[in-house]
């Protein structure tokens, strides 16, 4: 034993720090072989922006606020779409996962609408709401709510009835059954419905942002189309990308503190 | 230590018994004066799921403190007696009387499975077993010491999932002991274990059993260990206690002695001859 410590030991040591690294290889290669085909001349500056371009826009764009602004704008509309809808949908897969009433009475509506593409309501999102907040954020709302019903209720659903028998046996109350056995039971499939939930935040927001808004980053990317600032564009994708790189990491920080229990996040 | 004393039993109770079991030999042994257990009596117990009657008529007296395993083919309803006996499912008819009124607290069931909750650990896992006292002030302090009566003490901060198959049942046997139960149910608690670890997990079991006195109740498919651990052994058939066998050896069990080994031959016998009459 003392000889498989010993050797293992520094290894544990340098492998996070390694591990870290890692994952941004292939990133930063993408942008380095990019450099060099727009400096060769291989990609016309035209079709696609070498990347020192593109972070000179960013700079330029920060020293005069716009950039802060327009993604302050657009993370607000994502976190208070997200909230919502978020809330209203773990709140209905609660209530159908724990009540047999409650399922009959709204699942398949709920069913239904989910079938509707939610970016489809565009149209009659701008006649209800103009292209006000309100429109992103029901719309963002709307398109969160779906994952995290779906996979909160699926979480519910699943939790080892023989667990449930066994709370039963010792005395648990309702509450104490639901705080001890069945939320945590559901915390690994909500956090699934949680991450979905990220990818359609930022895909709703975008299309509604390029589509009817006066702010934020979708509008900065389609005020820079109307002016021909092919790099603006190509920076707004990019924080776009970082933006849903940093959701997810958020949401994958919040899943290591609550399920350090779960055997996936106890290897290191 | 053989001190089984054949006792005489009351009027109805052997009028219930021949009813349905001829072959029975009724016996009851005299348990030590400390045990904190409690009898059991079981009348004319019956239980159906749908239209398949699982258990048709049991009649029982367990003595405070008494080991009694029941073994018998799958299906027998064997486990369904034991769920009765634990309050897990309602009686169609019948009764059980533990000649008192109890708290929930006084019957603990240990399952196949551990049941280990896998976002607690180990500790706060025993704690589940408190019952109403999960919340006093004491409650680590008597979950420290079930888990030291297992052997897990240096265990208690540890998640679930990193234990072993026996040690997970031992968590789940430290669970069921916390709140000082005087009935013990067991559902084929080793099932899923090693023989090795059955073993060692067998002699825990006499051990505490030994130590707290409580009544116990082991079902089991497992005759070598009916007979290794309980003093009385009953081989359920279709429904009915078809035997009822007293085991004398002295205790702690010698494992492979020629008397338990005797025994278990002939309760097989039982069980197979039943098998070739259908």
Redesign the interface.
């Known amino acids: 034993m003392s000889l498989i410590d010993s050797i293992s030991l520094p290894r544990s040591i340098r492998l996070p720090r390694v591990d870290g690294l890692i994952q941004w290889i292939l990133p930063l290669a993408v942008i380095a072989i990019w450099q060099i085909a727009c400096v060769t001349g291989f990609v016309p500056t035209r079709v696609l922006p070498a990347p020192s371009d593109v972070a000179l826009a960013g700079w330029k764009l920060l020293l005069s606020g716009e950039l802060v602004r327009n993604i302050w704008v657009s993370f607000w509309r994502a976190s208070v779409g997200f909230l919502i809808g978020g809330s209203i949908g773990f709140a209905f897969g609660l209530a159908n996962g724990l009540s047999q009433l409650s399922a009959k009475l709204t699942d398949t509506t709920l069913q239904m609408v989910r079938n509707v593409p939610h970016l489809a309501l565009i149209p009659l999102v701008i006649l209800w709401f103009g292209i006000d907040e309100s429109a992103k954020l029901f719309l963002v709302a709307l398109g969160v709510f779906f994952p995290i019903y779906l996979n909160t209720l699926h979480g519910i659903r699943t939790v080892d009835p ?2 449930i ?3 039963r ?4 109350t309702d509450g104490e059954l639901f705080r ?2 069945i939320f ?2 559901a ?1 690994p499939s909500i956090f699934v419905g949680i991450r979905f939930a990220l990818g359609i935040m930022w895909l709703t927001l975008i299309v509604a942002e390029t589509i009817a808004a006066s702010s934020g980053l979708g509008y900065m990317a389609m005020q820079a189309r109307e002016f021909m600032l092919i790099d603006v564009v190509v920076l707004s994708i990019l924080i776009y990308a970082l933006l849903g790189k940093l959701a997810d990491s958020a949401s994958r920080l919040l899943e290591r503190a609550t ?5 996936a996040f ?1 290897k290191r | 230590m053989q001190t089984a004393l054949r006792t005489s039993l009351s009027e109805t109770e052997l009028a219930s018994r021949s009813n349905f079991a001829p072959h029975a030999r009724v016996v009851r042994e005299e348990r030590p004066v400390h045990t904190s257990g409690l009898p059991l009596s079981i009348r004319g117990l019956r239980k159906s799921f749908g239209d398949n009657e699982v258990l048709r008529g049991i009649d029982l007296h367990i003595p405070a403190g008494q080991f009694v395993a029941i073994v018998g083919k799958s299906g027998c309803g064997k486990s369904t007696l034991l769920r009765l006996i ?1 309050g ?1 499912e309602k009686i169609d008819a019948g009764s059980i009387s533990f000649g008192q009124d109890i708290q ?2 006084d019957i ?2 240990m ?1 196949q ?1 551990p ?1 280990l ?5 180990v500790l706060a896992n025993v704690e ?2 408190l ?2 006292d999960r919340a006093s002030k004491d409650a680590h302090a008597r979950a420290e010491k079930a888990l030291t009566e297992v052997g897990l003490a240096d265990k208690r901060d540890q ?4 234990l072993s198959g026996g040690q997970k049942q031992r968590v789940a046997l430290a ?1 069921a002991l916390v709140s000082r139960p005087r009935v013990l149910a067991f559902d084929e608690p080793l099932g899923a274990l090693d023989a090795l670890t059955r073993i060692s997990m067998q002699r825990l079991l006499e051990r505490v059993w030994r130590d707290q006195g409580f009544t116990a109740i082991l079902v089991t498919h497992d005759v070598s260990e009916a007979v290794a651990l309980a003093d009385r052994v009953l081989v359920i058939e279709d429904g009915r206690i078809a035997h009822d066998v007293v085991v004398n050896a002295g205790r702690p069990r010698q494992r492979g002695s020629a008397e338990l080994a005797g025994l278990e031959g002939s309760i097989l016998s039982h069980l197979l001859s039943a098998d070739d009459r259908t």
Do not use: N, T
């Open positions: 023989q667990l028998e066994m709370g046996i010792y005395g648990m001890r056995v945590p039971g915390l399920l350090a229990w779960h055997p106890q | 634990a897990l929930p607290e603990r069931v399952f499975e049941r909750l896998p976002w607690a650990r589940v077993g019952g109403r998640w679930p999932s990193l669970r």
